[in-house]
């Protein structure tokens, strides 16, 4: 336990989210991960949205050590993260009605890839209309998103609609509106999000599954290895030339 106490409590609060997506969450998990092994198999391509500090966990398994090499980051321009100047900007364009089917349209996305799609609220334009017109287009879509958001909150899409109403398959995180943890006396506002670890854990748990898929199946699972121990970078390239036609984090 932290001398601190109150960081005893964010460790606590992030642990039990933990445990309740690992349990409540196993059934989504797995098809998940069937999902994505599916599209492995069958040649097609995996790309992964988020938008503000929720593309921190789509950016997590694209092109790391351990991670499925055919995970592909589709970047929204100015919603990838709070590069932007100013960072209000990114949860602006999060609004915007039409944008997400524009980046589709100019993605190398097609029909028969998979696309997982990570909202905290699901109720901006752009996860939306993302998810719908990715599934006009014949992905399969996977959401990562809190339903407690549809419940308790209205949407800003045009439709009323959520992310989760959109998605082929749906992964609860779990996280409480206003994505805050920890109350104490004499700060006003709540704080300690923990979207950010839950949402991690359940795409790195996606992706385990994937694996675990693929080797029942016979087949290798495309993954990378660390560039920083002996061999690695050699492995690395034999996978990249073996998938290079379905990685686009390379040109």
């Known amino acids: 336990m932290s001398d601190s106490k109150l ?11 933990l445990e309740r997506v690992r349990d409540e969450e196993a059934g989504s998990i797995a ?18 949205f988020g938008a503000g500090h929720s593309s921190l966990a789509a950016q997590d398994v694209v092109y790391r050590a351990g ?3 055919l995970m592909n980051l589709l970047a929204v321009p100015g919603t990838v993260g709070v590069d ?13 009605d039409g944008l997400a089917s524009a980046v589709l349209d100019s993605s190398p996305a097609r029909a028969g890839d998979l696309l997982v799609i990570i909202s905290l609220s699901g109720r901006n334009a752009l996860p939306v209309e993302m998810a719908q017109n990715a599934r006009a287009l014949g992905l399969t879509v996977v959401g990562v998103t809190s339903v407690a958001y549809a419940t308790g909150t209205k949407s800003r899409h045009v439709s009323g609609g959520f992310l989760r109403d959109h998605c082929d398959i749906v992964l609860d995180s779990k996280i409480a509106i206003g ?23 359940l795409m790195q748990a996606m992706m385990a599954t994937a694996a675990e898929e693929l080797v029942a199946r016979g087949i ?3 993954l990378l290895r660390s560039g920083n121990v ?13 998938y290079g036609d379905r990685v686009f984090y390379r040109h």
């Open 84 to 96: 932007v100047m100013p960072a209000t900007l990114g949860s602006a364009l999060e609004r915007v």
């Open 7 to 17: 960081a005893g409590q964010f460790f606590d609060a992030a642990i039990g989210l």
């Open 31 to 48: 098809a998940a991960g069937a999902a994505i092994a599916d599209t492995v198999a069958a040649g097609g391509r995996l790309f992964a």
């Open 230 to 242: 002996d061999g690695g970078h050699e492995w690395n390239g034999r996978v990249m030339r073996e």
């Open 220 to 222: 290798e699972p495309p």
């Open 179 to 201: 994505d805050a943890e920890l109350r104490t006396e004499g700060v006003e506002a709540p704080f300690a999000p923990a979207s950010t670890v839950v949402t991690s854990a």
């Open 67 to 69: 991670g499925l090499a």
